[in-house]
């Protein structure tokens, strides 16, 4: 079986391959090929990955190439992970928001809005291609903001492209394990949209165990979410967000934590990164050594502006192992070999959630068989929750129409409908400092 990766010389790559040595079972991928655009980050990625493959006998063969028609024929599963501007980019989307008081984040806010608009019409272009190259293959898609992106890819590919986050796994394990439960079988009650979703219940055995979590002060407050919203607040909520929802409910302290710290996250990743990619230029290097390090690091320093914000101190040490690769692994397998099973996905809604249409992607549990991802019925939101859903929705709609016309007035009204963009006169900054940092952005007009 085939397995292409787009953005091979991603730094998060050998998570994946990692777990791909790890399978032995019939069916199984015996051939990755790593699509770039840079050479050079390419050879650095697939000396990491023939270091791990070193001892492992029968692992999946690798290859690499920048030609994307050549990387995506014969491709049963493909993995999209790009990353349109580079990790300077995503620096420069943080560097203009900051600039005018509002959140640069990747993935939420103004951040997220410009890293979309310079990502869509890459990702539609991708999508025709799978289209006419590989209408067979499946499409995980990786690449942020990941509800909006398999959205745009979904109007070509239809529900052959799946979104994929860890945040949700995360989550719902971190409630598991704080209630003494195997998250295996729990049943995780999660819905929204990616990085805006909350557990409204974990079920064990028939038996919701939320409502004993909200009701132990001490218990709430002793994991992840606990200490980074509170325990009051949670207990208002009557739920558990998702860890994005910190830059909605205490905004203001997260922009200005981020304005007072040394580096944004993306200049920080995007410094710590050439370091690693330098490095693997040298010959001698030992590069699972070096990438180990490095990722280490970087799992560390996840969102740690919002936990030193909310007092929250380090994150523990279950936390730092990563998780998203082994949600691409088992909807892989699940789809290659029909074994059911149940994740958290971002699918086409398909009547799920009432308040919004049949295509808009949401992210919710879903049963997965050799047919795709089934989004299982959810309970309706809380009017909050509604709220917050339907106008981040309606924001992502504005920065699809804008990608598909080049419209520069629909880019100002997607920045200005979103709730943490507090002014039409800010949204037009913001478009004018992104189109003036980033080529990506020269079709708005």
Not at 21 to 48: F, I, K, M, P
Not at 288 to 316: F, H, I, K, Q
Request: aromatic share 6%.
């Amino acid at each position: 079986m085939k397995l292409t990766i787009l953005g091979g010389g991603g730094f998060r790559v050998p998570l994946v391959y990692g777990a791909l040595l790890t399978d032995r079972a019939e069916g199984r991928v015996t051939e990755v090929v790593l699509h770039d655009l840079d050479d050079s980050r390419l050879y650095a990625v697939a000396r990491v990955l023939d270091e791990q493959a070193a001892a492992v006998p029968d692992a999946p063969k690798v290859t690499a190439t920048t030609d994307l028609d050549e990387a995506l024929r014969g491709a049963d599963f493909i993995f999209s992970a790009i990353r349109v501007g580079g990790l300077e980019g995503r620096a420069d989307d943080e560097r203009v928001a900051l600039a005018e008081g509002v959140l640069g984040q990747e993935t939420v806010g103004a951040g997220g809005i410009a890293y979309g608009l310079r990502t869509v019409p890459v990702a539609v272009d991708i999508a025709r291609r799978v289209a006419r190259l590989a209408p067979d293959a499946w499409v995980i898609n990786f690449t942020n903001p990941a509800g909006l992106v398999t959205e745009a890819m979904s109007r070509h590919l239809g529900d052959r492209v799946i979104g994929i986050c860890d945040s949700p796994v995360g989550l719902g394990r971190r409630i598991a394990r704080v209630l003494g439960a195997n998250p295996r079988e729990a049943w995780i009650d999660y819905v929204g949209l990616n990085h805006l979703g909350w557990v409204r219940g974990l079920r064990v055995a028939g038996r919701d165990e939320l409502p004993r979590l909200l009701a132990d002060p001490d218990l709430l407050g002793s994991f992840e979410e606990g200490k980074l919203f509170g325990v009051d607040w949670l207990q208002s909520l009557g739920a558990i967000p998702n860890e994005y929802l910190h830059y909605y409910y205490f905004n203001r302290e997260a922009v200005r934590s981020y304005q007072q710290a040394e580096k944004t996250r993306g200049a920080f990743l995007a410094d710590q990164q050439a370091r690693f990619y330098e490095e693997m230029k040298r010959p001698e290097a030992a590069a699972l050594t070096v990438w180990d390090r490095t990722r280490a690091e970087r799992e560390a320093t996840y969102m740690s502006e919002n936990r030193e914000t909310a007092g929250a101190g380090e994150r523990d040490a279950d936390d730092l192992s990563g998780g998203y690769e082994k949600v691409a692994l088992a909807l892989m397998r699940a789809i290659a070999r029909d074994e059911r099973t149940t994740l958290i996905l971002n699918v086409r809604n398909q009547g799920t959630l009432s308040v919004l249409d049949a295509d808009a992607v949401i992210e919710v549990p879903c049963l997965v068989d050799a047919n795709g991802a089934h989004p299982v019925a959810v309970a309706p939101l809380p009017d909050h929750a509604t709220g917050l859903v339907c106008s981040v929705k309606a924001v992502e709609r504005e920065v699809l129409a804008a990608a598909e016309s080049g419209s520069r007035a629909t880019a100002v009204k997607a920045f200005a409908l979103h709730p943490l963009v507090d002014s039409v006169n800010v949204a037009r900054k913001l478009v004018e400092g992104y189109t003036a940092v980033h080529p990506g952005l020269a079709y708005l007009d």
